[in-house]
């Protein structure tokens, strides 16, 4: 079982950063790949970011490429997604999840646990 609390979200202006973190709770955390998803209003889940349990790998959709990171530190049983040179269109709802399968997983059916999410709002 592993328990998921998302943090770091808030009101930006274009152009500006914001680190978001996810705090994992379960004694396994390192053997899960995660996950990043967002949703804005009205629309569906998408993927945006996502990380094997070694850390050595990571996965983005294009429209975030070059400007959003994610990384781990196992030890502290946390995920982080840094993102850079918000636009407007990032506002939404930014979730983490938790997959046991040891591949990059792009689709939402294919996580298990989910955090609450945190609001990321990008005003132009």
């Known amino acids: 079982q592993v328990q998921l609390v998302e943090s770091g979200g808030g009101l930006v202006q274009a152009g500006g950063s914001l680190r978001l973190s996810c705090a994992a709770s379960?004694?396994?955390?390192?053997?899960?790949?995660m996950g990043w998803f967002r949703q804005a209003p009205g629309k569906e889940r998408k993927f945006v970011a996502a990380?094997?349990?070694?850390?050595?790998?990571?996965y983005y959709t294009d429209s975030v490429k070059g400007r959003f990171t994610t990384s781990r530190d196992n030890a502290k049983n946390t995920v982080y997604l840094q993102m850079n040179i918000l636009k407007p269109e990032d506002t939404a709802v930014y979730y983490c999840?938790?997959?046991?399968?040891?591949?990059?997983?792009?689709?939402?059916?294919?996580?298990?646990?989910w955090g609450q999410g945190t609001q990321v709002t990008v005003s132009s």
């Open positions: 379960g004694r396994t955390f390192s053997s899960y790949a």
């Open positions: 999840a938790a997959t046991p399968k040891y591949e990059i997983v792009i689709v939402t059916t294919e996580y298990n646990y």
């Open positions: 990380i094997l349990w070694s850390g050595g790998r990571t």
